[in-house]
């Protein structure tokens, strides 16, 4: 099963930026390797539902973006050391929220297609 742990959430202030990772284990379902998954970011604000925020298609590195970040969120991946990066820059108080990486086997933005799951990781933005 694919295990995921993200990182490097925190407080900073507006107009600041962040660097989150999400570091992938375990086995890949059935025989799925790792080059077979989409891998996306997503928050959830309190009393929110959760939101699609970026995705990267593993193998092909194309990368798609909620219109609210984007041009301020990158995402990326090192395949050597199976891990994915959301870089944050010029954040809003709005963008206070738990972060979470997960894996999936389509490229959507829907959470429900992703089938793993980190443990999520608090970012907040002051004003």
């Known amino acids: 099963q694919v295990q995921l742990v993200e990182s490097g959430g925190g407080l900073v202030q507006a107009g600041g930026s962040l660097r989150l990772s999400c570091a992938a284990s375990g086995r890949t379902f059935g025989d799925y390797v790792w080059d077979d998954y989409t891998w996306g970011w997503f928050r959830q604000a309190p009393g929110k539902e959760r939101e699609f925020v970026a995705r990267i298609a593993w193998r092909a590195e194309n990368t798609y973006y909620a219109d609210s970040v984007k041009g301020r969120f990158t995402i990326a991946r090192d395949r050597a050391k199976n891990t994915v990066y959301l870089q944050m820059n010029s954040l809003k108080p709005e963008d206070t929220a738990v972060y979470y990486c997960?894996?999936?086997?389509?490229?959507?933005?829907?959470?429900?297609?992703?089938?793993?799951w980190g443990q999520g990781t608090q970012v907040t933005v002051s004003s």
């Open positions: 997960a894996a999936g086997l389509r490229n959507d933005i829907r959470p429900t297609q992703y089938a793993n």
